[in-house]
């Protein structure tokens, strides 16, 4: 493996230090734009119950090792560094980091973002060949790095990962972080698994390009993980899916792969920041009737609590200023997203917490 470790310096990023996939990234990842109230708010609590559901599969010890798999600019990291600050999982041990990313442009900005941190280390590498052997408490993903495999890489990827837990007879936790496939953003593809997608929400001035990516529903990412489990001998003793970004995704705002859907996550920054919305403009849409039955039923009911909000909240705030209601029907409609995701591959994102047990 190619353990280059990228030490923080002071120098700025170049051009040719952006010549990846990521280039228009490190822009983003340095975006104060990028923080908005829908990530603030909607997103980063699925996150931390994400991270809290996986930490809680651990034994507590004095040290938590953390392999973090496609780790970009040091997200997963900045995120576990945020439980610890909150005191949301109480006794959080001391971190063992590593981060493993092909983007050095990436590497640099996190080598940099987490310069004060004395056990942090990024390596440039290939997620499918370059994972280390020797095991990890917990083996992180965030930024659906694994959609940037095709399903038998996936099942590869895992099998080799899975093999890793099984012959060091270790306990560890995998976050599977994947784009997912019957997001309401590209309706128009559903019936594709991998088809060429864009990051072209990146706050940036270059464009992002095109690259094939897989987008995975819960029967499909649950089937390759019993798949690389039974392959490698190793036990799967728990597994939990987690949907995020069902109706605020990024690409409601770009309209890049459905362009009939409202821009939802710019409506619902409106409204979390106390600004006049048309309430229709916010309604549920329609599924295709040729969707599977379970993702039809699923944002059926959904649909019906959404519009049900909306309902009762425009009558309700019907005499209050903008900067009362719109957080007021805010709050109404994340409370619907964040208690009714079904972990089915419904959200922007589907994501695996996968408990192991090699010690057979």
């Given at each position: 493996m190619r353990r280059r470790n990228m030490r923080a310096t002071t120098e700025t990023t170049t051009a040719?230090?952006?010549?990846?996939?990521?280039?228009?990234?490190?822009?983003?990842?340095?975006?104060?734009?990028?923080?908005?109230?829908?990530?603030?708010?909607?997103?980063?609590?699925?996150?931390?119950?994400?991270?809290?559901?996986?930490?809680?599969?651990?034994?507590?010890?004095?040290?938590?090792?953390?392999?973090?798999?496609?780790?970009?600019?040091?997200?997963?990291?900045?995120?576990?560094?945020?439980?610890?600050?909150?005191?949301?999982?109480?006794?959080?041990?001391?971190?063992?980091?590593?981060?493993?990313?092909?983007?050095?442009?990436?590497l640099k900005l996190a080598a940099r973002t987490h310069h004060d941190e004395d056990d942090a280390q990024f390596w440039h590498g290939d997620i499918r060949t370059d994972i280390p052997e020797e095991p990890f408490d917990m083996y992180l993903s965030c930024g659906v790095p694994y959609s940037h495999l095709s399903a038998d890489e996936l099942l590869d990827t895992l099998t080799r990962l899975f093999k890793r837990v099984s012959r060091h007879k270790a306990q560890s936790v995998v976050v599977i972080d994947v784009l997912g496939r019957y997001s309401l953003e590209w309706v128009p593809n559903w019936g594709r698994a991998r088809w060429p997608y864009r990051m072209s929400f990146f706050h940036s001035e270059q464009q992002a390009d095109d690259v094939l990516m897989t987008f995975w529903d819960a029967q499909a990412l649950t089937t390759c993980v019993r798949t690389a489990s039974a392959s490698a001998g190793c036990r799967v003793s728990q597994q939990q899916l987690f949907d995020r970004s069902v109706m605020v995704g990024r690409h409601t705002a770009t309209g890049q792969f459905n362009p009939k859907l409202s821009p939802y996550r710019l409506l619902v920054n409106r409204l979390e920041n106390g600004m006049p919305v048309a309430t229709d403009e916010l309604r549920m849409p329609e599924v295709p009737d040729e969707a599977p039955d379970s993702i039809r039923m699923f944002y059926s009911g959904f649909g019906h609590r959404w519009n049900a909000v909306l309902d009762y909240m425009s009558q309700r705030s019907r005499d209050l200023e903008p900067a009362v209601a719109g957080p007021m029907l805010a709050r109404g409609l994340r409370a619907v997203e964040h208690t009714m995701a079904s972990g089915l591959g419904a959200g922007h994102s589907l994501t695996a917490v996968i408990t192991l047990d090699g010690r057979q």
């Open positions: 040719a230090d952006q010549e990846g996939l990521y280039a228009p990234g490190v822009d983003h990842y340095t975006s104060p734009q990028r923080r908005d109230a829908v990530k603030q708010l909607w997103e980063e609590p699925v996150t931390f119950k994400i991270l809290e559901y996986a930490l809680s599969q651990l034994p507590r010890g004095k040290r938590l090792s953390v392999m973090d798999i496609g780790c970009g600019a040091g997200e997963g990291l900045h995120l576990l560094k945020a439980l610890r600050a909150t005191r949301s999982v109480p006794d959080l041990p001391r971190l063992t980091y590593r981060g493993l990313d092909l983007d050095e442009g990436l």
